[in-house]
């Protein structure tokens, strides 16, 4: 017997009536979600699910280049993917192949905590996560008026920054820190580094993934405003890590 559910993309899902029991992921956050909620039941991840640290599980390749017939061969319930993450194809592909996929759409703290209740609770019928439970609480109310402005480079040669909307923007703005971006539109836009530079930021924050910023690496690009290495987890990660982001990132 199995239930029909959709995903963030209104896809139809086919699950199994009585809760999934193997499931792949092919995003990191997601990776540590389902770690943190019912571990037995992770079989397959990629090579950049690096929490929790201790994970044991088959490596299926990257997020743009997922081995598909390692995928197929672990014989899961269910694929989690996310649509920015991973590429329409090997979604495609493997839904022809038989396989359950479910994406997951993401821009906002909200959105986070809603897409993994439906996933982890209604899709997968797990009891609710004492994390998920705990970062509602916490994430809860209304976005503050900004104390801050700030930069935050996701790559550099070229420059690329964090836009709007953007999940990573959304969870700074529940912070009290406005996202710019030198007046370039763009989720993710590529910048001058001058036009950076001398945009009025108060701070760059620099965080290690998906470029690895590091104090070597990075701080010396700006002259004009001030820089901050930042944990990339707890910034661009939905999931455990929002408990953690929550306390940890004080600016």
């Not at 945009?199 to 590091?214: K, M, N, Q, R």
């Not at 987890?233 to 455990?240: S, V």
Request: one cysteine or more; glycine letters at 6%.
């Amino acid at each position: 017997m199995s239930r029909t559910l959709r995903d963030d993309l209104g896809h139809a899902v086919d699950l199994p009536d009585g809760g999934v029991c193997r499931v792949v992921s092919l995003v990191p956050s997601l990776t540590e979600a389902v770690a943190a909620t019912s571990p037995g039941a992770l079989v397959g991840a990629t090579e950049w699910c690096t929490h929790p640290a201790d994970l044991d599980v088959t490596r299926v390749r990257g997020t743009k280049n997922p081995d598909r017939t390692a995928i197929v061969d672990l014989r899961p319930d269910l694929v989690i993917a996310n649509k920015e993450e991973n590429r329409e194809l090997d979604v495609v592909r493997l839904r022809e192949a038989g396989i359950a996929v479910w994406v997951t759409d993401i821009e906002t703290v909200p959105q986070a905590l809603a897409s993994m209740r439906r996933l982890l609770v209604e899709a997968c019928v797990w009891p609710e996560p004492a994390w998920l439970t705990e970062a509602e609480s916490l994430w809860s109310g209304d976005v503050p008026a900004p104390h801050a402005r700030v930069i935050v480079p996701i790559w550099r040669d070229p420059w690329m920054v964090v836009g709007h909307p953007t999940f990573t923007a959304d969870l700074l703005a529940r912070l009290g820190l406005e996202v710019v971006t030198a007046s370039v539109d763009g989720r993710y836009p590529h910048v001058d580094l001058e036009q950076l530079d001398a945009a009025g930021a108060d701070l760059v924050l620099l965080p290690d993934e998906p470029y690895v910023f590091s104090a070597t690496d990075g701080p010396e690009a700006f002259s004009r405003t001030t820089t901050r290495l930042v944990n990339g987890r707890l910034i661009t990660w939905y999931g455990p890590s929002l408990v953690e982001a929550r306390s940890a990132i004080d600016i």
